[in-house]
């Protein structure tokens, strides 16, 4: 079993859908959680993070960590046309000065159809 | 500030042949990274820095090299180039206990 899961997609969705993106770990030791935004040809961007189980929000985006599952989430509300990119989960095993040991997923393309 | 700049964005090599990858931070940013990214895949690890003088190998590390002479520049360096090569190779910056920040990529194609 890979450390890190996220199915690749692509997801398709029309403007204004609420969107989903999931990633499951196997690694229990992973306490620190990550959403990259990575547009075309461009370099991975930090879009959220956590490292407890729960929701956090930020405007139109939700994280979200179940620790018990292994499983995080990513929620993405009135969807726009400028959130197409492609969504990396990351997780660590230590906080965020720890990035030597960043487990990204493969990344799941989406594209929001206006 | 420019941020994380990677020179070039695009490059063909033939089998055998060498280069070097450029990369740049003006942030004054102690950790430095080398990731690569193949289609469908998640990015890993090629070498880490903590700070000039000082390198580290990450999980796929065969098949380069780097130095860090200075804070601000991180070069990768490829012998022998194979297919297996063949990939988009990010640089990467962040300050102690901050965020990674990376650059817009070289796009290395082995032919």
């Known amino acids: 079993q890979k450390e890190v899961e996220q199915d690749p997609g692509p997801l398709s969705v029309p403007e204004g859908a609420i969107v989903s993106l999931n990633c499951t770990y196997s690694n229990s030791a992973f306490q620190y959680f990550m959403w990259y935004r990575q547009y075309s040809r461009k370099g991975p961007e930090l879009l959220m993070y956590t490292y407890s189980s729960g929701n956090k929000e930020d405007g139109r985006f939700t994280a979200q960590v179940d620790k018990s599952s292994k499983y995080i989430s990513l929620f993405i509300r009135d969807s726009q046309p400028s959130d197409s990119a492609t969504y990396l989960c990351?997780?660590?095993?230590?906080?965020?000065?720890?990035?030597?040991?960043?487990?990204f997923g493969k990344g799941t393309k989406l594209t929001v159809n206006p | 500030n420019a941020g994380v700049t990677q020179t070039p964005k695009f490059r063909i090599l033939k089998i055998g042949q060498s280069m070097t990858l450029q990369c740049a931070q003006d942030m004054n940013h102690n950790y430095m990274y080398w990731y690569r990214q193949d289609p469908g895949m998640g990015l890993k690890l090629i070498y880490y820095?903590?700070?000039?003088?000082?390198?580290d190998k990450g999980e796929v590390p065969n098949g380069y090299n780097v130095s860090r002479s200075t804070t601000e520049d991180f070069p990768l360096r490829l012998e022998l180039a194979a297919p297996s090569q063949t990939s988009v190779y990010f640089c990467a910056s962040r300050p102690v206990g901050g965020k990674l920040f990376f650059g817009s990529g070289t796009q290395l194609s082995v032919l």
């Open positions: 820095s903590v700070g000039a003088g000082i390198t």
């Open positions: 990351a997780m660590s095993p230590l906080t965020q000065g720890g990035s030597e040991k960043l487990v």
